[in-house]
């Protein structure tokens, strides 16, 4: 054997291992191109309101005083069909074929009404975030932690709550 040929075979193996280890090294272009997440939506429960104050007619219509607002801080629009906002005892409302756009809030209210795309209802007759404390919990449609607020029952002298975002 030759010396060029040994060196022509130690090259091409040289290569070939090189290629390997890059391709174990180097991202899949699917993976590379989308760069950082920073697009992504970002859904968090922004407010709420947990006193409905006044009598609850046969209707459950003032019951819709009583709502979780849903806000979305990202640049790009959430689908939140299948997600599911939830108190302390068990009681859940599931978005059913719902977008919510980017800087963009919805409003889930307890009572009856029409939903829009500000505003969702539960369709309940009975309060579900009444009390002077309470935890609002929201989950994306696969059952994971998004966000969770509670509150004391205290307000601000503008007549807002103090709401406590947990920590994921």
């Given amino acids: ?3 060029s040929t040994v060196t022509a075979r130690h090259l091409a193996a040289a290569a070939v291992a090189a290629v390997a280890v890059a391709g174990a090294v180097v991202p899949p272009a699917s993976a590379a191109d989308h760069g950082p997440r920073s697009y ?4 968090e429960i922004s407010d709420v309101q947990f006193d409905a104050r006044g009598r609850v007619d046969r209707f ?3 019951l819709n005083r009583e709502w979780v607002e849903i806000t979305n801080t990202g640049s790009r629009s959430a689908n939140l069909d ?3 906002l939830s108190d302390e005892d ?3 409302y ?3 074929h719902y977008r919510l756009r980017s800087h963009a809030a919805v409003r889930v209210h307890t009572g009856f009404g029409r939903d829009s795309r500000t505003d969702l209802y539960q369709d309940r007759r009975r309060a579900v975030w009444a009390g002077r404390s309470g935890i609002a919990v929201l989950r994306n449609d696969h059952g994971r932690y998004i966000d969770a607020v509670t ?3 205290e307000r601000h002298r503008e007549g807002g709550h103090h709401l406590h975002h947990q920590v994921r």
């Fill in 1 to 3: 054997m030759s010396v």
């Fill in 82 to 84: 299948g997600w599911t």
């Fill in 90 to 92: 068990g009681r859940t």
């Fill in 94 to 96: 599931t978005f059913h």
């Fill in 40 to 43: 992504a939506p970002r859904v």
């Fill in 60 to 62: 459950g219509r003032s």
């Fill in 151 to 153: 509150w004391n029952g």
